[in-house]
């Protein structure tokens, strides 16, 4: 008898086993990462999925506060084939659904097939096959969390210094903690607004550079920051990355697309254009941006072409798909920040329009 149920949008239910007991809904997804488990687990961006690993051992180095990248663990429920009892343990006191023995071939092989998909998860001695489809029936698009930035950001602003060598306005849609700490690494003083910051909040700050972070959901639903972007175009610098590319790209009169199943690990292969070089990146995301606008491709994804950066020397903006930040990940782009200082550093103050 199993004592947990998967229940998949294409009318499959697969059996489990709990080991953090609860029911729960999201939108499936997977990451080949096989390390950086606690920093996956906690990044923002994961708000309303169920984040299911493709390696099959998770847990095997313990759980470290110091590794987190926010406060709680964020994707709804976890899939693994076998997840140690230290994570379990974690999981389960946040109150974070979690289930293994389970053939996550399977659930990778469908998802990348299929696409991301609804999915319901039920687990513990009660649980029943319906319960998982019932939460999986009551699982909601992506798109239709309209406010899903309510839920990751701060609610009132903060700053943190890093000795003064130039004032970020970060814009908080879900910022991952070492993408602040990568700022102020460089001698930032970051400025931390919430996501839906007014471009007065942001022209209080008096910022060198706006940047936009990463962050969970649909980006065309960040409609406070892509007034933000809109207000400031061609008089402040700007940067982003992930989440933060989309607004932009949007804001400027781009656009972004869903893709069917995103990137999820940490071995994304980037070509950048303009030296030819191939770096190894982290990646987390479900959307892409299809048309540029205004913004110049400097960067593209080598397995399958999408953006993977984008510049503008006209209007001060450069931007990053991926996560230069490097949690869990390869170091090969944190260079990105260095390049963001510069644009900082490079610029007379402005006020907002
Ligand atoms: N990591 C991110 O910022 C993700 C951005 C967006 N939510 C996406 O899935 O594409």
């Known amino acids: ?15 489990a086993r709990a080991r953090a007991p609860g029911r729960t809904r999201g939108e499936l997804v997977f990451t080949t990462a096989y390390t950086g488990y606690e920093e996956s687990l906690t990044d923002p961006s994961y708000a309303e999925q169920i984040l299911t690993f493709s390696y099959p051992l998770i847990g095997n180095y313990g759980v470290r506060s110091e590794r987190f990248e926010s406060e709680s663990v964020q994707p709804r429920a976890t899939i693994a084939r076998e997840l140690t009892d230290d994570v379990a343990d974690w999981l389960a006191d946040e109150d974070v659904p979690a289930v293994d023995h389970v053939d996550t071939r399977e659930i990778v092989t469908t ?6 998909m609804a999915c319901g998860i039920a687990a513990g001695p009660d649980a029943t096959p319906e319960d998982a489809v019932e939460e999986m029936e009551a699982c909601e698009p992506m798109s239709d969390h309209v406010d899903i930035g309510a839920q990751v950001s701060v609610s009132e602003p903060i700053v943190r210094e890093g000795g003064g060598a130039a004032d970020v306005a970060l814009l908080d849609c879900g910022a991952k903690g070492s993408i602040i700490s990568s700022l102020i690494e460089r001698g930032a003083d970051v400025h931390i607004l919430p996501y839906d910051a007014t471009p007065e909040d942001v022209a209080d700050v008096d910022p060198d550079v706006l940047f936009v972070s990463n962050g969970p959901g649909d980006p065309e639903n960040f409609v406070a920051a892509q007034e933000v972007v809109d207000a400031f175009a061609g008089d402040l610098p700007m940067a982003g990355i992930c989440l933060g590319q989309q607004v932009i790209t949007s804001a400027l009169g781009g656009s972004t697309e869903k ?14 254009l303009r030296t030819d070089k191939v770096v190894m990146t982290t990646q987390n995301h479900g959307y892409t ?5 205004p913004l ?24 990053r798909q991926y996560h230069p ?29």
């Open 111 to 116: 998802v990348r097939e299929e696409g991301a």
């Open 325 to 353: 930040e490097a949690n869990p990940g390869p170091h090969d782009s944190l260079g990105f920040f260095d390049e963001v200082l510069d644009l900082a550093q490079s610029q007379p103050r402005v006020a907002a329009d």
């Open 259 to 272: 893709m069917a199943f995103g990137h999820r690990g940490v071995n994304q292969p980037v070509k950048d």
């Open 296 to 319: 110049e491709v400097t960067q593209v994804n080598v397995n399958d072409d999408t953006v993977e950066g984008l510049d503008s020397e006209e209007l001060d903006v450069i931007t």
């Open 1 to 15: 008898m199993s004592d947990a149920y998967i229940a998949l949008a294409d009318g499959r239910v697969l059996e």
């Open 289 to 293: 941006v299809d048309d540029t606008g």
